[in-house]
């Protein structure tokens, strides 16, 4: 079992800047590929950021250039650092976990870009 908590959501102003994380409590984080999605009202959940074990990453084409994903497996930690944010960035932001193949989510935190 993985659990993950997500932190770090609010309000933002466009162009601004936020950086999420999401905290996982296993003892296995290092194998974990993890990754970022995001679900607007009306919309379907969508990936955002991803990285794997190795520190491979990929992104989704409406943030490349923006945001980026990073890990501190010491801390079983993964980031989102948001930048240049924009109101179609407004959304529920959730991290995913992938361990052995089997998929674990947190239960999002809430993001809002507006002025």
């Known amino acids: 079992q993985v659990q993950l908590v997500e932190s770090g959501g609010g309000l933002v102003q466009p162009g601004g800047s936020l950086r999420l994380s999401c905290a996982a409590r296993t003892n296995i984080f290092s194998t974990a590929t993890m990754g970022w999605y995001r679900q607007a009202p009306g919309n379907q959940r969508e990936l955002v950021a991803q990285?794997?074990?190795?520190?491979?990453?990929n992104y989704g084409d409406s943030v490349k250039g923006r945001f980026t994903i990073s890990r501190d497996n010491a801390k079983t930690t993964v980031y989102l650092q948001m930048n240049s944010s924009k109101p179609e960035d407004t959304a529920v932001y959730y991290c995913k976990a992938i361990v052995f193949g089997i998929q674990y989510w947190g239960r999002g935190t809430q993001v809002t870009v507006s002025s």
């Open positions: 990285i794997t074990s190795s520190g491979s990453t």
